[in-house]
């Protein structure tokens, strides 16, 4: 079992930035891909972000992309996710996600662990 805890979520105006972090309670964390999700209020949950094991490939959503970055600290145990440029339409609950297997990278459904959720909310 995989315990995932968010933390960075906030309020931002538009154009500013927020770094959100996941920190993974296992001791086996580098074998874990890693992924990013948010879900806005009335809509589906969404993949913005993706890291594979031993972070070797990045996957971001098409939105995001040149905005937001996805890390890993193996040493902390803990991915984050950079977000610059924040746009209205960013705001979302954002959830971090562990998975062991494969599958599309963008499947809520190929992710084993999830965390919370932290809350972004950019004004414009």
């Known amino acids: 079992q995989v315990q995932l805890v968010e933390s960075g979520g906030g309020l931002v105006q538009a154009g500013g930035s927020l770094r959100l972090s996941c920190a993974a309670s296992?001791?086996?964390?580098?074998?874990?891909?890693m992924g990013w999700f948010r879900q806005a209020p009335g809509k589906e949950r969404e993949f913005v972000a993706a890291l594979s094991w031993r972070s070797v490939n990045t996957y971001y959503t098409d939105s995001v992309k040149g905005r937001f970055t996805i890390s890993r600290d193996g040493a902390k145990n803990t991915v984050y996710l950079q977000m610059n440029s924040l746009k209205p339409e960013d705001t979302a609950v954002y959830y971090c996600?562990?998975?062991?297997?494969?599958?599309?990278?963008?499947?809520?459904?190929?992710?084993?662990?999830w965390g919370q959720g932290t809350q972004v909310t950019v004004s414009s």
């Open positions: 996600a562990a998975r062991a297997g494969g599958g599309p990278w963008d499947s809520p459904g190929h992710y084993d662990y």
């Open positions: 296992t001791r086996t964390f580098g074998t874990y891909a």
